[in-house]
């Protein structure tokens, strides 16, 4: 699987159908996998994927709606018959954990493995993981019952030295991570190098949103303002607006407004009620407002960021 | 789905695959539909094999082990928001209903259907339903939790009257009820006229067995005697006999021997280990025991009954 990609496990709504199973997701992002909702089945497309369980330690759930998690009890008891000895953690809505504990506690199966539970909290937008290069923010969205959206941001990448200033001032390691930084460089003589005439922007960071089942809320974009890919829900088409509104999901259109709202670079649509067999005018609504927009489609692998630019000519 | 037929949902042991689902299969008679267990992806396989909901009025599952009840969840949800409304049976091991019910509070979705629950008893054999032309039995086996296969048997069918005797003697509706199940005729001036001289044997009556998880067990033989089609699982080869005892299952040997102990008519073996990615091993040891095996695949179907010859010639 491609560095900073994102493979469609399932995109269906609520009742899955024979082409598409229920929501689940795969971020790949350098070397790690991170599970996004679990549907039922998600294992056996998970091995479709080609995605190794063993490279899958965090799991996300974005609401306790049966479409979105029900694939979790055949994973979790999978991982255990096939030997996993590490940790996993699980970020998910408060109860899941009691409902995990009660069903392999009712079948008499342990576990082999030690499961964290991280319970999301009712804030509208707060930070899950802060690590050196990489943040995860989760986002509250507003569906029938607590659901959540996540928010994957790498940190702002290090300027890029051109190779040949190396050898010209006589860098070390220590000088060379400065001006990486952005630092100037002042040579032996006095003598001033401007850090722009040393170094290039670096690629942007990549950034990725998923918006799960949702009423449309504008205003989830401005916490992920110029988000790399997004995927937001388009459960119907604008005809069935007034359903969207009731059953708390969204419109191809209103999914597109967001990435508008957001300026993202890339809007993937999914979660498709499965009264549709045929996915263009989701595809057309939605760029008829954001041009850059993909349908999800089952076992599809998505390009996060392909670099923009090759650093140096 | 022709009658008389048995299509494999899933036919994976433990772990699922990117080939096999775990264990379901749905057997069709006259018309009605039975769920043999329902492990995760069930209700997508059942799309894919085009049998509606509305036609299955009956689950069995046979332990409760997650490949083999797991999709038993997301199947449920479904028929509710497709509004079900009529009656639902599930026989099931003891603390199914349990499950279920507490799966479904956690979450909080209401099953807009009622579902009657039946606990399997543990007796070696046992009827579960005894309709009028129809009979359900449930076979206890020897698995690490408590295990039962099912057997669905026709009852003999009436004789087949020849069409020509009826206006020969100028029958009416009861006389013909009484010649097909086997009556002799008296004439008005006295004379008898032998039933086999009016009538045929009927079809031989079709009968179905499904033996899920279990050690060995050839004592199973007995009950099922003459079966018309027979399902066993054979989990392992030969060289893997000692984990077969091990972990309470069946080799394809053993299987064959069983169908063969039982005089069947034809035997379906399934619930393959992952490791296995090519079955032909399987199907030799089998049919070097009992010929007319076939590999279980998923989303095929298998017919069970023929009409073994025409009823006049």
């Known amino acids: 699987m491609e560095d900073y990609s994102l493979t469609i496990l399932g995109c269906s709504s609520a009742t899955p159908n024979s082409r598409r199973f229920p929501s689940s997701q795969v971020l790949h992002v350098r070397g790690?996998?991170?599970?996004?909702?679990?549907?039922?089945?998600?294992?056996?497309?998970?091995r479709r994927a080609r995605v190794s369980f063993e490279g899958l330690d965090t799991i996300f759930i974005s609401h306790l709606h049966g479409d979105h998690f029900f694939g979790i009890f055949g994973l979790l008891s999978s991982m255990s018959l096939m030997g996993r000895k590490q940790?996993?953690?699980?970020?998910?809505p408060q109860g899941l954990k009691e409902m995990i504990l009660f069903q392999f506690e009712a079948c008499g199966q342990k576990l082999l493995y030690p499961i964290e539970f991280v319970e999301l909290k009712k804030?509208?937008?707060y930070c899950l993981l802060d690590?050196?290069?990489?943040?995860?923010?989760?986002?509250?969205?507003?569906?029938?019952?607590?659901?959540?959206?996540?928010?994957f941001t790498e940190k702002e990448r290090d300027r890029n030295i051109e190779?040949?200033?190396?050898?010209?001032?006589?860098?070390?390691?220590?000088?060379?991570?400065?001006?990486?930084?952005?630092?100037?460089?002042?040579?032996?003589?006095?003598?001033?190098?401007?850090?722009q005439d040393m170094t290039k922007d670096p690629v942007p960071p990549f950034s990725y949103a998923y918006i799960s089942d949702t009423l449309f809320k504008p205003e989830i974009a401005q916490y992920i303002q110029n988000v790399s890919l997004m995927y937001h829900e388009a459960t119907f088409l604008e005809n069935l607006a007034d359903l969207a509104v009731?059953?708390?999901?969204?419109?191809?259109?209103?999914?597109?407004?967001c990435a508008k709202l957001a300026n993202a670079e890339k809007l993937i649509i999914g979660h498709f009620s499965s009264?549709?067999?045929?996915?263009?005018?989701?595809?057309?609504?939605?760029?008829?407002?954001?041009?850059?927009?993909?349908?999800?489609?089952?076992?599809?692998?998505?390009?996060?960021?392909?670099?923009?630019?090759?650093?140096?000519?």
Chains 1, 2 share one sequence.
Do not use: M
């Open 163 to 195: 190779p040949s200033v190396i050898e010209k001032y006589g860098l070390n390691f220590e000088d060379i991570k400065n001006i990486k930084q952005g630092r100037d460089f002042v040579c032996e003589d006095g003598t001033v190098v401007k850090n």
């Open 123 to 125: 804030e509208p937008f």
């Open 275 to 313: 009264r549709y067999k045929n996915l263009d005018k989701h595809l057309q609504d939605a760029q008829s407002i954001f041009e850059n927009t993909e349908l999800a489609n089952d076992l599809c692998t998505y390009t996060v960021r392909k670099p923009a630019y090759s650093i140096w000519p």
């Open 32 to 46: 790690k996998y991170y599970l996004l909702d679990c549907g039922e089945g998600a294992q056996i497309q998970l």
């Open 131 to 151: 690590a050196k290069k990489f943040s995860i923010h989760a986002i509250q969205l507003n569906h029938r019952v607590d659901s959540w959206g996540f928010y």
């Open 87 to 92: 940790k996993l953690t699980i970020y998910a």
């Open 246 to 257: 009731e059953t708390h999901h969204s419109t191809a259109h209103q999914a597109a407004e």
